[in-house]
């Protein structure tokens, strides 16, 4: 079994939803670490789902609703969440487009 320690994502998130991570076949993923920053004067909220495969965002599986990032701030969570599914995905929408930047790491089992 291999443990590697990586970044899941680092991308700008958008205002209609997009997908940021799908965990690989035969693998299990751990997030341990979600810093998003805004690049801008306004603050900024960012709504992120761990979602099942086959599965839509829904709020039984947000993470984080809302999430208010201050105007050229970040906010940063650190714990331990387990995506266990081949085609488990980490899926985010922005209030703003290209305002918010989210680097998500962690480790993929394999």
Not at 45 to 52: D, G, S
Not at 54 to 69: A, H, K, L, R
Not at 70 to 93: C, E, K, M, R, Y
């Amino acid at each position: 079994m291999a443990f590697t320690e990586k970044n899941l994502c680092r991308q700008a998130v958008n205002t209609s939803g997009e997908t940021l991570y799908t965990v690989p076949a035969s693998t299990t993923t751990v997030v341990k670490d979600v810093h998003v920053c805004n690049n801008s004067a306004s603050d900024c909220y960012l709504t992120l789902w761990l979602v099942p495969n086959g599965g839509s965002p829904t709020d039984e599986n947000v993470m984080f609703y809302q999430w208010s990032v201050p105007a050229n701030d970040f906010v940063h969570w650190v714990g331990f969440q387990t995506l266990s599914t081949a085609g488990d995905t980490i899926q985010a929408l922005a209030e703003t487009t290209d305002q918010l930047t989210v680097t998500i790491s962690g480790a993929e089992i394999t």
